[in-house]
């Protein structure tokens, strides 16, 4: 058990709706980061957050989008979804956020199935 | 351009055997790259590191190399064990600017364990 935890676990719904991932960090930690991992694209970065504000942007889509609330804990915001937005995602946190000493820890993941 | 990419996909290998996955990375600034372990249904979980200045790191059980001039690392794993039996991928940790990282992820080799 690395500490992160995810919610819901699994999650199904149709083209065009929202959905929002939660996400709350390990105890202490400050920085959060999104990766969706599907089988035609595997685990990519989408983007990283640290104590509530933005640090990084990757390969996020302009449907989604993410905030760190006061409380540290994140969601994940996916509208307008489409079949291909089908995949797992998963949280990650550390204690900072740069590189130096920074181990990510991964949560367990909520898999999305949009039909 | 970044990209990080394995060998192979799959790898079989009998209980207690040493096991060798291999990866190729293609920006020779890289400088910063971690070993994850996928189990089923679980978010990855960091195995070992290595920063550029070093050829080689050990761990219990594991041994990262990385080989700088052909960029290449590798991880062994000694005298496996089914708890071995997962996807490993290699990451390389990118630092964008200073206070913000991202991991980027090869494609995984799905290792079983015969027993």
Known sequence: ?115 | GESVGLHLPTLSVQEGDNSIINCAYSNSASDYFIWYKQESGKGPQFIIDIRSNMDKRQGQRVTVLLNKTVKHLSLQIAATQPGDSAVYFCAENTELIQGAQKLVFGQGTRLTINP
């Open chain 1, 1 to 115: 058990d690395s500490g992160v935890t995810q919610t819901p676990k699994h999650l199904i719904t149709a083209t065009g709706q929202r959905v929002t991932l939660r996400c709350s960090p390990r105890s202490g930690d400050l920085s959060v980061y999104w990766y969706q991992q599907s089988l035609d694209q595997g685990l990519q970065f989408l983007i990283q957050y640290y104590n509530g504000e933005e640090r990084a942007k990757g390969n996020i889509l302009e449907r989604f989008s993410a905030q760190q609330f006061p409380d540290l804990h994140s969601e994940l915001n996916l509208s307008s979804l489409e079949l291909g937005d089908s995949a797992l995602y998963f949280c990650a946190s550390s204690v900072g956020s740069g590189r130096a000493s920074n181990e990510q820890f991964f949560g367990p993941g909520t898999r999305l199935t949009v039909l």
